[in-house]
């Protein structure tokens, strides 16, 4: 079975760009969460989501961010606009009944 | 956000040495995790803990999840190469995990 799927693996992009994250879960998980990883802060929850509905956002760290669910089996992560600051690796994972999370590979994001 | 304590925060050692971290926390957990990270990939899960006082194997590694449920360690018994990369424990917390800062493993050959 495929694992957890993220596109791009990687973005380079300019300040001021809005960038859009790709995550795909693992069929059947019924929660996706959104981490972003840098050295200083290890790795941070941004968001989370059970069956498709946003639960808590609070690790979202300003309004440029946002996250969406469509549906089960796709999720974005927006920024816009981009800061250098939000340069990061940036992982989606995913889980059934929350416990288990599976992680894909990351997005490595880096804001010129 | 909350983290967990995890020591050491890093290890270099010999190939064929046993290995051993651990996590504590103020908090209790009704559930420890460890994955292990390597360059350029996500953290993959290694052991899954459910039980106070549970002791779980895989292959090589060992994990524990402590009487207190704050603590959990991690043992790798006869480290080899590939071992290498950096060691996350992680406990349950509602519906979220909260991670420990990581330790990174070296081995030497």
């Known amino acids: 079975d495929a694992g957890v799927i993220q596109s791009p693996r990687h973005e380079v992009t300019e300040m001021g760009q809005e960038v859009t994250l790709r995550c795909k879960p693992i069929s059947g998980h019924n929660s996706l969460f959104w981490y972003r990883q840098t050295m200083m802060r290890g790795l941070e929850l941004l968001i989370y989501?059970?069956?498709?509905?946003?639960?808590?956002d609070s690790g979202m760290p300003e309004d440029r961010f946002s996250a969406k669910m469509p549906n089960a089996s796709f999720s974005t992560l927006k920024i816009q606009p981009s800061e250098p600051r939000d340069s990061a690796v940036y992982f989606c994972?995913?889980?059934?009944?929350?416990?288990?999370?599976?992680f894909g590979p990351g997005t490595r994001l880096t804001v010129l | 956000g909350q983290q967990l304590n995890q020591s050491p925060q890093s290890m270099f050692i010999q190939e064929g040495e046993d290995v051993s971290m651990n996590c504590t926390s103020s908090s209790i957990f009704n559930t420890w995790l460890w994955y292990k990270q390597e360059p350029g990939e996500g953290p993959v899960l290694l052991i899954a803990l459910y039980k106070a006082g549970e002791l779980t194997s895989n292959g090589r590694l060992t994990a524990q999840f402590g009487i207190t449920r704050k603590d959990s360690f991690l043992n790798i018994s006869a480290s080899i190469p590939s071992d290498v990369g950096i060691y996350f424990c992680?406990?349950?917390?509602?519906?979220?995990?909260?991670f420990g800062t990581g330790t990174r493993l070296q081995v030497f050959p």
């Open positions: 994972a995913s889980s059934y009944a929350g416990k288990e999370q599976f």
């Open positions: 992680a406990g349950h917390y509602t519906d979220k995990l909260i």
């Open positions: 989501f059970n069956n498709n509905v946003p639960i808590d």
